[in-house]
């Protein structure tokens, strides 16, 4: 047994033998929470400056601090800080450093606080400033897809129930199905900040302290909306992380949704669109290959958000109040969740603009499938037929169309009007695709006028916030 090296730990004091190097390199997390080595410094100069204005620190001492956290801060940006796994985390390594650097003055910035409300701290400031960036990259996906939207507006292709062609669609209005989508995401994002903009330092271990600290005034150094209300949740709280992981699996789940029907548009049997060169990739063995392998990864990255997001609330559910070291692990499933999400609506937010419609195409598809046939039936309707009886019309005039291979439009009015004697020539109006995409001229219809309406919306709604 050795107790030599009991007290080079920032709470060696009580050990009599110094940690078994395994059981060192097992329970580290500077491997990966180095990472919020900037939010770690700016929460701790705020609670040095709040110590300082409290009377624990004099003000050289809090001075000193201040300039010695800085100077580190630059170390680490300029890859000169050499971090230890001996001293366990990010926190540790930081205050260790500003001892060695500043000396006494550096051992008092830890009165009133512990790594619990500290990490937990550092933990909120840097998923508030990754939520800005995350909505930020949102809007610059959504603005593409206005964008394309206004441009498309007019575009026909065949919207799809069951993956069977329906009714003819917009490609504006597909579009901007898509923002909807990305919309409420946005929102929900938003939503969640409030509850990560919330400040547990003061909690310290999980009692509070016996300073007389002012929690007010570090929560506004820090830009948090308000101190937490209980320390024994401040500490072990990671609600936060679970509800911004399962924003980012919907967000995911939205653009996995996205990258189906791409990955679908690009095959030759749809050939709806072309994504440009840059976007694709080819095949090591089939020379003629071009596949569509953004659209494709990021449909497979959202298995690993959702993983992550279950794998966050297993952490948690076993855990009595109040902090567990269980809790380090809820670093590497967020960090990945941030990178996976980040990087996927950065590459989408890249391509949605250079999408290449085939517009030949999209309305030949629209064409073939019988897609006009409800507005047959809604004709029928119109000249006062009940819509269960149109329905049975049109199903019988389009099986006279299967069997002659022939769209609705196609059949000459003496064909169409042995099904119906109220069918006149106008019929042909509503046969049209653009006659039935102009139709639906209604809010949330897909007639262009409405596509360009809505898009106009969509733009206010960006610019609001
Ligand atoms: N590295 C730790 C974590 O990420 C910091 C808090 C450690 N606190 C403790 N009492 N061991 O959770």
């Given at each position: 047994m050795t107790d030599k090296?009991?007290?080079?730990?920032?709470?060696?004091g009580r050990f009599s033998e110094s940690t078994?190097?395994?059981?060192?390199?097992f329970t580290a997390s500077v491997g990966f929470d180095h990472r919020l080595y900037a939010c770690d410094i700016q929460g701790s100069i705020a609670h040095a400056r709040m110590?300082?204005?409290?009377?624990?620190l004099d003000e050289a001492e809090c001075q000193r601090i201040v300039e010695g956290l800085e100077a580190i801060r630059g170390e680490i940006e300029r890859g000169e800080f050499e971090w230890s796994v001996g001293l366990e985390d990010v926190h540790m390594?930081?205050?260790?450093?500003?001892?060695?650097?500043?000396?006494?003055?550096?051992?008092?910035?830890?009165?009133g606080r512990s790594r619990n409300d500290q990490v937990a701290t550092d933990l909120r400031l840097y998923l508030r400033e990754q939520i800005d960036a995350c909505r930020a990259e949102l809007r610059r996906l959504q603005q593409g897809l206005v964008d394309l939207a206004e441009r498309e507006a007019d575009t026909i292709m065949p919207g799809f129930t069951h993956l069977q062609v329906a009714m003819p669609v917009t490609f504006g209005h597909h579009l901007l199905a898509w923002f909807e989508m990305l919309e409420r995401d946005r929102a929900r994002l938003a939503d969640c900040r409030r509850r990560v903009n919330v400040m547990p330092l003061g909690a310290a271990a999980l009692a509070g302290t016996t300073y007389p600290i002012d929690r007010a005034y570090t929560a506004?150094?820090?830009?948090?909306?308000?101190?937490?209300?209980?320390?024994?949740?401040a500490?072990?709280?990671r609600d936060f992380v679970i509800e911004f992981t399962a924003a980012a699996a919907l967000i995911m789940t939205h653009l996995s949704r996205m990258s189906e029907e791409l990955i679908l548009w690009t095959s030759a049997q749809f050939g709806f669109i072309d994504l440009p060169d840059r976007f694709c990739t080819g095949s090591s063995i089939m020379p003629q290959k071009k596949n569509p392998d953004v659209p494709e990864l990021v449909r497979g990255k959202t298995g690993r958000v959702n993983g992550h997001l279950i794998g966050l609330l297993t952490l948690m559910k076993g855990q009595p109040l109040a902090y567990n070291k269980d809790n380090q692990e809820d670093k590497e499933p967020l960090f990945d969740t941030l990178d996976t999400l980040l990087g996927s609506l950065r590459v989408f937010a890249d391509?949605?603009?250079?999408?290449?419609?085939?517009?030949?195409?999209m309305r030949e598809a629209a064409r073939a499938g019988f897609s006009t046939a409800t507005d047959l039936a809604d004709y029928l309707v119109r000249k006062g037929v009940p819509f269960r009886d149109a329905h049975e019309i049109v199903g019988k005039a389009v099986r006279h169309g299967i069997d002659t291979g022939r769209d609705l439009a196609e059949l000459p009015l003496e064909d169409l009007q042995r099904f119906s004697s109220v069918i006149g020539a106008d019929v042909f109006e509503v046969l049209t695709l653009e006659g039935s995409v102009a139709a639906r001229n209604h809010l949330g219809?897909?007639?262009?006028?409405?596509?360009?309406?809505?898009?106009?919306?969509?733009?206010?709604?960006?610019?609001?916030?």
């Open positions: 090296d009991s007290t080079d730990k920032p709470w060696g078994d190097a395994f059981v060192e390199a110590l300082a204005r409290v009377g624990v390594n930081i205050e260790a450093r500003l001892t060695q650097r500043i000396g006494d003055a550096g051992k008092k910035l830890h009165t506004e150094l820090l830009g948090f909306d308000a101190p937490s209300e209980n320390s024994l949740d500490v072990s709280d391509m949605i603009p250079a999408i290449e419609p085939n517009r030949e195409r219809g897909t007639a262009p006028e409405q596509v360009r309406a809505a898009a106009r919306r969509a733009r206010e709604r960006l610019a609001r916030d």
